[in-house]
């Protein structure tokens, strides 16, 4: 399967959510897609059902791979990757969203940007949707700016944390070649340390308008439909000091100051402008001082 885009759906038993991802795709209006679902463990049949309901909009766009057992995320994310054939690829998870134009503007700025230096991705602002699941019933709590302070991508900044989901990420293939696949030995924060990786090689375009959704469940809904950032909130807090550990290992090891350096450098200026704006939060003066983050 080939296609100008390729959209990565990564899912495992959440039926609930499932529709709302493959409707995303389906309401594009760019149409030259492909889809590839990566059922990692799942049960399979409940996403057999889902595809083949939708059979005649996908029109042979959508292939389904099943997993007998989980492999995780990131080597669900890269099963789907080398199953198809495509110029750029974008991971859409099976709980958000995108804005009809996504993939139309997205691709149109790669087009017209291609000779800015290094160029290997762009992405998009995008708006957080706290949600909750009562029964088979999915309720929106409330929705909220969650990044348009990003104006552009800088690899500091990333280092202290990540700026932006994956669903509002749309990346050449051919940077896979120099940067890696992602790592399969990371249960969380996966995307973060690809989108550090990539940043040392390539620079990450902003299209200032809201054009994804990010979903967040809150975090007394049922494990299965819960988020890795909510529900696994203390795996996330190990694994980036494990990062940062390991690339701070490394520079030492090379007798010099670099990524590991950076990353916990910036950590520790983010961690002390939050605690600034704490202490300051009646004030308001610190808003004139420091730059949203």
């Given at each position: 399967?080939?296609?100008?885009?390729?959209?990565?759906?990564?899912?495992?038993?959440?039926?609930?959510?499932?529709?709302?991802?493959?409707?995303?795709?389906?309401?594009?209006?760019?149409?030259?897609?492909?889809?590839v679902v990566?059922?990692?463990?799942?049960?399979?049949?409940?996403?057999?059902?889902?595809?083949?309901?939708?059979?005649?909009?996908?029109?042979?766009?959508?292939?389904?791979?099943?997993?007998?057992?989980?492999?995780?995320?990131?080597?669900?994310?890269?099963?789907?990757?080398?199953?198809?054939?495509?110029?750029?690829?974008?991971?859409?998870?099976?709980?958000?969203?995108?804005?009809?134009?996504?993939?139309?503007?997205?691709?149109?700025?790669?087009?017209?940007?291609?000779?800015?230096?290094?160029?290997?991705?762009?992405?998009?602002?995008?708006?957080?949707?706290?949600?909750?699941?009562?029964?088979?019933?999915?309720?929106?709590?409330?929705?909220?700016?969650?990044?348009?302070?990003?104006?552009?991508?800088?690899?500091?900044?990333?280092?202290?944390?990540?700026?932006?989901?994956?669903?509002?990420?749309?990346?050449?293939?051919?940077?896979?070649?120099?940067?890696?696949?992602?790592?399969?030995?990371?249960?969380?924060?996966?995307?973060?340390?690809?989108?550090?990786?990539?940043?040392?090689?390539?620079?990450?375009?902003?299209?200032?308008?809201?054009?994804?959704?990010?979903?967040?469940?809150?975090?007394?809904?049922?494990?299965?439909?819960?988020?890795?950032?909510?529900?696994q909130s203390?795996?996330?807090?190990?694994?980036?000091?494990?990062?940062r550990n390991?690339?701070?290992?490394?520079?030492?090891?090379?007798?010099?100051?670099?990524?590991?350096?950076?990353?916990?450098?910036?950590?520790?200026?983010?961690?002390?402008?939050?605690?600034?704006?704490?202490?300051?939060?009646?004030?308001?003066?610190?808003?004139?001082?420091?730059?949203?983050?």
């Open positions: 399967m080939d296609g100008t885009v390729a959209v990565i759906t990564r899912t495992k038993n959440r039926p609930l959510l499932l529709p709302r991802a493959l409707d995303s795709v389906l309401g594009q209006n760019f149409d030259d897609w492909i889809h990566v059922n990692d463990g799942g049960d399979p049949a409940p996403v057999d059902r889902l595809v083949v309901e939708r059979a005649d909009r996908y029109a042979g766009r959508c292939h389904v791979i099943h997993n007998n057992t989980s492999r995780g995320m990131e080597a669900a994310s890269n099963q789907g990757i080398a199953a198809c054939a495509s110029r750029y690829l974008v991971i859409h998870d099976d709980d958000d969203a995108w804005r009809p134009e996504f993939l139309r503007k997205t691709v149109s700025y790669m087009q017209d940007n291609s000779g800015f230096p290094k160029l290997g991705g762009v992405i998009t602002h995008s708006e957080r949707v706290i949600e909750t699941i009562r029964g088979e019933r999915i309720k929106t709590v409330v929705k909220h700016d969650f990044n348009s302070w990003v104006t552009t991508v800088h690899l500091f900044r990333m280092l202290a944390e990540n700026m932006f989901p994956p669903i509002s990420f749309l990346f050449r293939r051919d940077a896979l070649a120099t940067i890696g696949p992602f790592r399969e030995d990371l249960p969380v924060l996966g995307d973060w340390d690809f989108n550090i990786r990539f940043l040392q090689c390539f620079e990450i375009g902003v299209l200032r308008e809201f054009l994804a959704y990010y979903h967040h469940r809150l975090p007394n809904d049922a494990v299965e439909y819960s988020n890795s950032v909510v529900g203390e795996s996330h807090e190990n694994y980036s000091a494990l990062l390991e690339w701070l290992r490394s520079d030492l090891a090379n007798g010099r100051a670099g990524i590991g350096a950076s990353a916990n450098i910036s950590w520790q200026i983010l961690q002390l402008k939050r605690w600034l704006r704490r202490k300051d939060r009646d004030k308001g003066l610190l808003s004139r001082i420091f730059r949203r983050t």
